[in-house]
C-alpha cells in the first residue's frame, strides 16, 4: 500500500501572530512531502515512525471518544495497517518549521477519517472551520497545542489566508516571475528546533503587558501589513513592512534565533540585502529570508545553505 503524498508548507507570515489573531498566509511547498506506507518486513529504518503511529493511534482513540461530533476514523482499519507496518515515509525535516507533523496528519484524516470533507466539495468557511479543529486536535498530539493550520495547508495544497481564528479562505497569491531578481528563501540553521518549548517562552511573555503592546502595536500590524502586500503584489510597500518586521522579531523574539545567527539577523537588517524571519516556531530549522536581489544576499550569506521558495 502507498498513500497520497502530502507536501511541506511554509506560513509565509503569521507565526506566534495567529496565536493572538493577527493575519497570516500559508502555502504549500512542493519540494518536500510524505505519504502513508506499509513495510511488511517491519524494518529497522522504519520502525521509529510506526512507534510514533501505535502512539498516535491511541490519542486517536481518545479523542473520538471524547468528541465523538467532531471526528469519527474507522479504527479498525487503522489498528490492523499500524500492526502490519504501517509508517509514514516523509522527506520533510522534523523540527525545521516546515510542517513534518502536519503532513503526516492530514495523511492520517484523508485515509481514515470516517464521512470526511474532501477537496474536492464546494469548501465553505464552516467546512475550513470544521476541518481547522479537526486537525488543530489532531496535532495537538505532537505539539501540545496547535492552530490546525499546518495539516489544513497540506490536506488542501492551496496558499491559505488566515483573516482571523474564525475567518480563513484559500487565497490566490501572484504569480512568480520566474526571471525575477527577488526572492523568498529559506535559510537553514543545521539544528533543529522544538516547538513545544518555543511556545511556552512566547506564552510566559505574553503575561507581561509591555510584551503584548509590542504584539499588538508592533508585531500583528507588520504581519498584517506584510500579507496585505504580498497578495497585491506591492512589493516595494512588502519590503518596507518586512524589513520592520524582521527588526521587531529581533528585539523581541531572540530566543527563538538562534545564538549563531543573531550576527547575519542583524546584518541582512542594516545592509538591506536581505531581511530573515521566523519560519514556524523558531529555536532551530530554518529561518525565512526575503530579498530584492536573490545573487546579493547569496554574497552576504555564503557557507549558509539556501533554498528559494519564491520569485518576486
Not at 132 to 151: N, R, T, V
Not at 160 to 185: W, Y
Request: hydrophobic share 35%.
Amino acid at each position: 500500500m502507498r498513500g497520497p503524498l502530502f507536501y511541506s508548507k511554509i506560513l509565509l507570515f503569521g507565526e506566534y501572530g495567529i496565536i493572538k489573531d493577527s493575519k497570516g498566509l500559508s502555502i504549500p511547498y512542493n519540494f518536500y512531502n510524505g505519504a502513508l506506507k506499509i513495510d511488511e518486513h517491519k524494518t529497522v529504518a522504519t520502525h521509529k515512525s510506526n512507534e510514533a503511529l501505535q502512539r498516535f493511534v491511541i490519542y486517536l482513540d481518545e479523542l473520538q471518544q471524547d468528541q465523538p461530533d467532531l471526528v469519527a476514523f474507522d479504527m479498525n482499519t487503522l489498528k490492523n495497517d499500524v500492526s502490519e507496518g504501517l509508517y509514514f515515509d516523509s522527506s520533510i525535516p522534523q523540527g525545521y518549521g516546515v510542517g513534518s507533523s502536519g503532513a503526516l496528519v492530514a495523511a492520517i484524516y484523508d485515509k481514515y477519517a470516517a464521512n470526511k470533507i474532501t477537496v474536492l466539495e464546494n469548501l465553505t468557511r464552516e467546512k475550513l472551520l470544521q476541518l481547522k479543529q479537526i486537525f488543530a486536535e489532531m496535532e495537538s498530539f505532537f505539539h501540545g497545542k496547535s492552530s490546525g493550520l499546518d495539516p489544513l495547508n497540506s490536506y488542501l495544497s492551496l496558499p491559505i489566508l488566515i483573516n482571523s481564528k474564525d475567518n480563513i479562505e484559500p487565497a490566490g497569491i501572484p504569480s512568480q516571475e520566474k526571471e525575477g531578481k527577488g526572492a523568498v528563501f529559506l535559510l537553514d540553521s543545521g539544528q533543529t528546533g522544538e516547538t513545544a518549548p518555543m511556545v511556552q517562552i512566547f506564552m510566559e511573555s505574553m503575561k507581561q503587558e509591555g510584551f503584548r503592546n509590542m504584539l499588538k502595536n508592533q508585531f500583528v500590524k507588520h504581519t498584517d501589513a506584510c500579507v496585505h502586500d504580498f497578495l497585491k503584489g506591492d512589493v516595494k510597500s512588502l519590503f518596507g513592512n518586512v524589513k520592520q518586521l524582521s527588526k521587531v522579531v529581533f528585539d523581541n523574539f531572540k530566543p527563538m534565533i538562534p545564538q549563531e545567527f543573531h550576527t547575519l539577523w542583524k546584518k541582512g537588517i542594516d545592509t538591506n540585502a536581505y531581511y530573515l524571519k521566523l519560519c514556524g516556531s523558531g529555536g532551530g530549522g530554518y529561518m525565512l529570508g526575503f530579498t530584492e536581489d536573490f545573487s546579493k544576499a547569496q554574497a552576504e550569506l555564503s557557507g549558509h545553505k539556501l533554498e528559494v521558495v519564491y520569485n518576486f
